[in-house]
């Protein structure tokens, strides 16, 4: 069986530094920062303070207001994602197939926040179960792509990825299997998360997983850098428009890039902490070059897992050095999580993005508020530190991975 050539021809992004594809490529190109103090809720006695919330999104600016009093933020993010993606595509809704149109989407937790609330207004009452008859429908991972299918009529498959952080990546990985083996013409993908609460810094915090540098959050997601000390919460959306290359030809689509491979592996190793060698890392992403078909010396340029925390940069970057050998000294490395901080389930997808506009424009985003060297990173690496770098970018690489030790990883290239 011939398997089909998938490509990106729809992009939206929802991010801490721009509430559009658009604002997202700039902020990212000039090395924005989106960490600032939280105002979602009062942090005084919170360990870390601060976090990468959206800035200046009103959900009833893209949503009918009933309807979005009907959903988790995670919900309306995707929602307003999705249909940038779908605009920028310039599908034809009314001529496409819709039985052969799915969304597959990406989501680590879901409905956090109206979780939280419910059970907060529960416990302040009288013991009476006086819940919202949306609680359950509001709260549940996989609502995201059903009100996408919803709101659009696609008939296809439609369901919810949960792998951690690594979520919107394998959901990425199985929409790209649908159209390649032939069940689908479309997929809408990506993933959303909402996790900037209580319980959410909450939780975090408890596992010491987050950055306490309360007198700079603008600094403190500093990957690769000797005194990270942790990552930063990040929250929002990244919609992906995956065709079959046949169908997008045909309708005259732009075209972005080609996904010509995923892979994906397990640690097997600990519940949150990565294999110290990297093993697993290794191991996904050898799977992504054999899936794709292509040499290691191919690839020019890798958006890391890169959350800024002790443990998880040096492994990544052991492994890079592992797979790719001599070569790894020539690509041009970097994470985007020290400008949006850590999107959780959407970091897949949203760092995708980032990686097709790097191909698209020709320039590799930056890994900011690096300062101080860690002497367990080979310095020879070039980890596009603090300013933008120019490079034709025909291969790049996306990682991704989440606790319990999920790994995944998505290989893009210029289109031929």
């Known amino acids: 069986m011939e398997l089909r050539r998938v490509v990106v021809t729809g992009l939206g992004a929802l991010t801490p530094i721009g509430n559009t594809k658009d604002e997202y490529w700039e902020a990212l190109i000039s090395g924005k920062s989106g960490a600032a103090p939280i105002t979602y809720f009062d942090t005084e006695k919170f360990k870390t303070k601060f976090a990468c919330e959206l800035k200046n999104f009103n959900a009833t600016d893209f949503l009918d207001r009933k309807e979005a009093r009907k959903m988790d ?35 680590g937790i879901g409905g956090l926040e109206t979780f939280q609330d419910e059970v907060l207004n529960f416990a302040a009452g009288d013991g009476t179960p006086r819940f919202n008859p949306f609680f359950i429908p509001k709260m549940i991972a996989d609502i995201a792509p059903g009100n996408i299918s919803i ?9 919810t990825t949960v792998s951690a952080c690594a979520s919107s990546a394998n959901a990425m ?13 479309v997929v809408v993908t990506g993933g959303s998360e909402a996790a900037v609460t209580i319980a959410g810094m909450g939780g975090f915090n408890a596992m010491h997983a987050l950055s306490t540098r309360n007198e700079s959050p603008e600094t403190a997601s500093r990957p690769f850098d000797a005194t990270r000390d942790g990552f930063v919460l990040g929250e929002g959306a990244g919609a992906i428009v995956l065709e079959d290359y046949e169908h997008a030809k045909a309708r005259g689509a732009k075209i972005y890039a080609e996904v010509v491979g995923g892979g994906m592996s397990s640690d097997a190793y600990h519940m949150t902490a990565p294999h110290p060698e990297g093993i697993g890392v290794i191991a996904v992403m050898k799977n992504c070059l054999e899936n794709a078909g292509l040499k290691p010396e191919e690839v020019d340029h890798i958006n890391t897992h890169g959350t800024s925390t002790p443990l998880g940069d040096v492994a990544e970057l052991k492994a890079i050095s592992e797979v790719f050998g001599a070569h790894a000294k020539t690509i041009n490395i970097n994470s985007t999580k020290s400008m949006t901080g850590h999107l959780l389930g959407a970091a897949g997808a949203i760092e995708s993005i980032a990686s097709i506009l790097a191909m698209e424009h020709g320039i590799v985003p930056p890994t900011i508020n690096h300062e101080v060297v860690d002497e367990n990173i080979d310095s020879e690496l070039n980890l596009t530190l603090n300013k933008a770098q120019k490079r034709d970018v025909k291969v790049a690489m996306s990682n991704t991975f989440g606790f319990g030790g999920h790994n995944a ?3 893009f290239k210029k289109i031929d």
Not at 151 to 158: T, V
Not at 173 to 185: K, M, P
Request: charged share 20%; aromatic share 10%; net charge negative.
């Open 73 to 107: 933020r995670f919900t309306q993010y995707a929602m307003v994602a999705s249909d940038e993606a779908i605009a920028d595509s310039k599908l034809d809704l009314d001529a496409v197939n819709k039985l052969r149109v799915g969304v597959i989407w990406g989501a």
């Open 151 to 159: 709101k659009h009529g696609f008939m296809g498959p439609n369901y």
């Open 173 to 185: 990985i199985d929409a790209l299997n649908y159209i390649r083996l032939g069940h689908c013409d």
């Open 409 to 411: 990883c998505v290989l």
